[in-house]
């Protein structure tokens, strides 16, 4: 089974610049793409970015492109999201898992971690 642990979520004011991580506990993490995707309050879990295996290749939901950054550290078994300019409307719980394809979002593992939590204000 593998654990995926997301951090680096937190209170950030519009335009302001947050980090996060996710940790992975997959043993062939260097082969996997991974992920990155949000639930706001009352909306369905959605896409925001994701990175190939190598992090040669990656991807962006429109409403993020050019203000997020995914990135990898096969070392450390982690994948960040670099979120700048911030928005309001970015506010959301953040995951991570693998997805099944680079060309596609669908995630691979049928868990999912406790998310982190990112609050934007206005």
């Known amino acids: 089974q593998v654990q995926l642990v997301e951090s680096g979520g937190g209170l950030a004011q519009a335009g302001g610049s947050l980090r996060l991580s996710c940790a992975a506990s997959a043993t062939h993490f260097s082969y996997i793409h991974m992920g990155w995707f949000r639930q706001a309050p009352g909306k369905e879990r959605e896409f925001v970015a994701r990175?190939?295996?190598?992090?040669?290749?990656?991807y962006y939901a429109d409403s993020v492109k050019g203000r997020f950054a995914v990135s990898r550290d096969n070392a450390k078994n982690t994948v960040y999201l670099q979120m700048n300019s911030l928005k309001p409307e970015d506010t959301a719980v953040y995951y991570c898992?693998?997805?099944?394809?680079?060309?596609?979002?669908?995630?691979?593992?049928?868990?999912w971690g406790q998310g982190t939590r990112v609050t934007v204000a206005s």
């Open positions: 990175i190939s295996s190598s992090g040669d290749s990656t």
């Open positions: 898992n693998a997805v099944t394809e680079i060309t596609a979002s669908n995630p691979l593992y049928r868990s």
